[in-house]
C-alpha cells in the first residue's frame, strides 16, 4: 500500500473512533468537517507528518473542530462583546449617581424622621459602602472581560470580522497543536523535534507553532478554504500571540490592587 494510502487510512480510522467516541455531542456543523477531514489528503498527510498518537488525534480533531465553531460563531461573539461594553457604561452612570445617594446619606449626622428604624439604618451605612465596592468591582471585572474577548479573539473594534475570525480559528488551531507537543514527556515536545538534542529548552519557546505551519495550513484549509497559506499561518499567529500576551499583561496589572485587598481582608480576618 502506497504511504499516502497508509496515511489516508490511518486519518480515516482517527476519525471514526473520534465519531464513535463523540457521537452524542457531534453537531451537523462538527459531522460535516470530520467528513471533509476525513477526505482530505492534505489533512492526511499533516496527521502522518504531526506522527501523532491515537489521544493526540482526537485532540487534534476537538481543535478543528473548536476551530471551525470559532470562525462560525465569531461574529456573534464580538456583537455580544461589544453590547456587554454598551451596557457597562450605563450600568457605570447608574452606580454613579447611587455612591452620590449613599455619600450623602453618610454626610447626615442623624436620619431624621426614621423613629424606631433608625438604629438599623445606622448600622447599615457600613454595609451600603461594602456593597459599592462590590458592586464596582464586578463592573470592572464584566469591563475587562468583554475588552478581553477582541484580544483573545484577535480582534479589534475595527476589525474586519471574516479576516479576524479566520485569524482566530488559525490561532486557536495552532495553540492547540502547540499544546500536544507540549504535554509530550520527549525532548521533541521542547526541541524543535529533534529526540537527539541536549540543550535544555528556552522559556517562552513555542516550537510547534514555528516547526509545523505547514501542517497547521493545511489543516485550516479544511476548515476555512484553499487560501491559508503558510505564511498566513505565520502572520494570524505572530499578530494574535501578540495581543493575546498584551492582554494577559495587562489583567496582571488590574489585578495587582484586588490581590492587595484581599490579602489587607485576611489579615484583618486573622487579627480579629
Known amino acids: 500500500m502506497r504511504q499516502d494510502q497508509v496515511a489516508t487510512t490511518r486519518l480515516r480510522e ?3 473512533a473520534f465519531r464513535a467516541k ?15 477531514l476525513a477526505n ?27 476551530a471551525e465553531e470559532l470562525v462560525r460563531t465569531f461574529a456573534h461573539r464580538l456583537k455580544r462583546a461589544k453590547k456587554r461594553l454598551v451596557d457597562i457604561e450605563r450600568i457605570e452612570n447608574a452606580y454613579g449617581e447611587l455612591r452620590k445617594f449613599v455619600a450623602h446619606v453618610i454626610e447626615q449626622n442623624s436620619w431624621p424622621y426614621a423613629g424606631m428604624f433608625s438604629p438599623v439604618m445606622e448600622d447599615n451605612r457600613a454595609t451600603m459602602v461594602r456593597g459599592l465596592d462590590l458592586i464596582a468591582d464586578r463592573i470592572e471585572m464584566e469591563r475587562s472581560i468583554a475588552k478581553e ?25 495552532a495553540e ?6 507540549l504535554s509530550r514527556n520527549s525532548p521533541s515536545a521542547l526541541h524543535l523535534g529533534n529526540s537527539r538534542s541536549k540543550e535544555k529548552p ?13 501542517e497547521i495550513a493545511d489543516l485550516a484549509q479544511v476548515i ?7 505564511e498566513r499561518v505565520r502572520h ?5 500571540e501578540k495581543r493575546y500576551y498584551q492582554m494577559l499583561m495587562d489583567r496582571a496589572h488590574r489585578r495587582i490592587p484586588i490581590m492587595g485587598k484581599m490579602i489587607a481582608a485576611l489579615r484583618r480576618l486573622k487579627q480579629t
Open 224 to 230: 476555512l478554504g484553499p487560501d491559508v497559506s503558510v
Open 40 to 66: 482530505s489528503s492534505n489533512a492526511a498527510k499533516a496527521f502522518e507528518r504531526l506522527k501523532l498518537n491515537r489521544r493526540e488525534e482526537a485532540e487534534v480533531l476537538e481543535a478543528c473542530i473548536e
Open 176 to 181: 492547540q497543536i502547540h499544546g500536544v507537543f
Open 236 to 240: 494570524a499567529v505572530f499578530m494574535r
Open 14 to 16: 482517527a476519525v471514526d
Open 202 to 214: 528556552k522559556a517562552n519557546s513555542r516550537p510547534a507553532m514555528r516547526v509545523h505551519r505547514l
Open 149 to 173: 474577548s477582541f484580544a483573545r479573539f484577535g480582534a479589534t473594534r475595527k476589525s474586519h470580522i471574516k479576516e479576524a475570525a479566520e485569524n482566530a480559528a488559525i490561532w486557536w488551531l
Open 22 to 36: 463523540q457521537n452524542d455531542r457531534l453537531d451537523d456543523w462538527a459531522r460535516g468537517l470530520l467528513a471533509r
